[in-house]
């Protein structure tokens, strides 16, 4: 920028600033439709059995729901055995239920051209969900904070590959527990024009998140649109809380989308076997969204898996691992069954650092992911140390690998043009293609290209200062938060929002736990 | 070890070390024999395409078979129009010379725990091949020595996911041209007891690893078994060079395997698209393996591939991209309709450094090579910087990821043991798993462990010295180095070995290009 433009943008008026950021709009690639077709590794046989014991757990086991009177009597009318906190849901009976819930949903943005549809061939990419601490190159590992979570919502609107802004993308540990969402989701709303996730961590946040929505996208469009999709997590094994299942009750009245997802640390919550595992998290989604369908018939629902291995030595949950990508393969399968949209995760890993080991495990369960049928892909970037931590490098880093998804996903062309049998003709034995008529043609859009990986000869590498992927990736967070630019919001809903979020906080003291 | 074994291992005498060493012995994991799916992205009508189109490019352009009048002549005697160095096949007459060669076959090792079946639902792991440089943390990238090329042997020797000792796991520099591959061959017959590769630069230099095949083995087991699967890469696009071919002459006379392999830089040695490239990798493998069928009928050998994309703005190699793994996956399937053993390549990297660049990259290769049904997979450990480097550290890191195919490709067993549902009626709603009888009974086998990632709590892992994936892998190799025990060789073979290899060298001057 020259010295004339810097000038006016920091002395313009507001309509000047108003006119530049307007023209100014950041590509976002559309969701994935994907045509190749996803592994399927378990066998009719395998399905059935998986099946027929999730009905053995219902029935027989059943499931808790806890400090919930209000669950308990719906399920009570809908014809299980009910005693105490513990639902014994008859064979059949919790699959039926299941059945009014729909196959694929709208999740509309306020920019319409980055409305996502959630089910069917398709995959949405969306960022990590839940860390307490943030890590960048140069500042290390500390406590995330409100503008951390700017600056992820910020990077998240400006990755190309990425269709959906999140939700907690970190957890902003500066702002009191009970007003922090209000932040949190006027953050999405405003420093980003892509579709979002709600609260969850009590049902009037929840009710918050809704009403937010309602100046955003206005009151009667709420009611008939799907705007939000939030995590709502089982307490595995088999027990629903009170707190998960009365924001899925806020969010199912009023026609939001919920993904319905078992927490689980193979060993810990759920039986250490693959097989057993998957029976478990089969019956725990057919209970769950079961509910939300007593709650309202036809509430939008994401069958959810959040499944991690453990080393059974130390007790950690580890990431990216064999069995976890064959459960994830599994439960792609059982949902397809059943007709409903499917969310798992990718960019897993425990490492502490964005290095070789994160790279390793998040490839794995990125790829597992594509190939599992996956339509809601959480924690698709960022995520670091088990989920304890939101990775600025890694960010970028995983939001570039993600441009390789759409690739892979978009199949192989076989039209003329592809088949290339004149560009063979033409170079013949021992020439070569660089320079052909049909390479001309092609190269710009031929092969994938990544905007952080390396690919320099090695002594430009190394008068670049030998640097890492983390390094490189350091480079181009700091240029992705300087280029941003805020898109555009009518100012009656920014002033509206803001006066909902400020009069919201007044109404309450700080809490901090 | 105390002081007293530091002493006696010392100064004890041959007989004691010989009897210390032979009660040692390396766990080596069966090769992999596939209980999933592969992935399948071409369907019926587009894998028909490609076959028509690759006899296309066989009958009407033709292949190059270079200075090398005798295979012209067999051409010739087959049936094929020879004109000049060009052959045009006519069409279905390459695919039915390639019915001669064997679905699968059993490269012997000296140790037959360690014989491999390359074909089939089977996957064999072999090692990085062919780097002039090495890198480790404390060295830094230097040109390859030959004590490099024994580290790395000792290295694969111990690497328990790893089944094929390989072939040049770097090119050890300071061996004058013409005699270094007595010296490599000599240090996995000695170093090692896993099967290898044999020499390709010169036929004279498969006629010698031939030779010392047949004093490691006997000369008829030789005559009557592979003990050798060779590297026979194909001068793409469609050029047989006489050196290369001329070793598979070698090879295919005595009956040891060769891979017949185009090497192909998407849009430089072949068409800058996904169709163009599969239908010339198919005309070239069914010209080279039609070749190796009129040299010797049922002469074993491999499909091969080594394709990667590149960067069209610098013309640099790109590794671990979405449209190599299209070519990968469609290659398979072509592969597959020939009945023929697959081999492709894993753990490729552009990268400089074992860091996220290189995790990343490798993982999107080796997950690809599991699923698209390679038989026998190169470079599964050890690749850096597009193949110039061999690194000690990531030959650790990748041998350790490869656990993760083994546990993949076992599939999900769906035995009552494994349903699980004594544990979940135990566990019941709200418990956990940890102390169950279920998980007792099974832990120990229930998940892979790696021997290199990290899982520890933030804080262990500081007061560990804060380090990445590089460093753990540096010391793993220290270690593994430190505890190689040479595998026992009968004395007589060792010494005729080593007079074979004296005798040679000492028969010819000193050639370094």
Sequence with gaps: MNDEATRKRRGGGGAVRRAERSSVSFETAKYIERNIPNLEILNEEALEIIETNAETVLAEIGVNFVNNPGALALWKDAGADVEGERVRIPRGLARELCKTAPRSFTQYARNPARNVEIGGRNLVLAPVYGPPFVHDMNGGRRYATMEDFRNFVKLGYMSKWLHHSG???CEPTDVPVNKRHLDMIHAHMTLSDKPFMGSVTEPSRAQDSVEMCEILFGKEFVQNNTVMTSLININSPLTFD???MGSLEVYARNNQACIVSPFIVGGAMAPVSVAGTLTQVLAEVLAGIAYSQL????APVIFGAFVTSID???GAPTFGTPEAAQITYGVGQLARRMGLPYRSSGGFTGSKLPDAQAGYESSNS???????GVNFMLHACGWLEGGLVSSYEKFVMDADQLGTLHSMAAGISMDENAQAMD???EVGPGGHYLGCAHTQANFKNAFWRTQVLDYKPFETWVDDGSRDTMALASVRVKKMLSDYVQPTLDPAISEALSAYVAQKK????DAFA
């Design 167 to 169: 939700g907690t993308v």
């Design 242 to 244: 009170d707190v998960m």
């Design 295 to 298: 709650v309202r018939k036809g």
């Design 312 to 314: 059974m030595n130390s």
């Design 366 to 372: 990125l790829n597992m992911g594509l190939l599992s």
């Design 423 to 425: 560009a063979i003709r």
């Design 506 to 509: 007044a109404s309450m003291p």
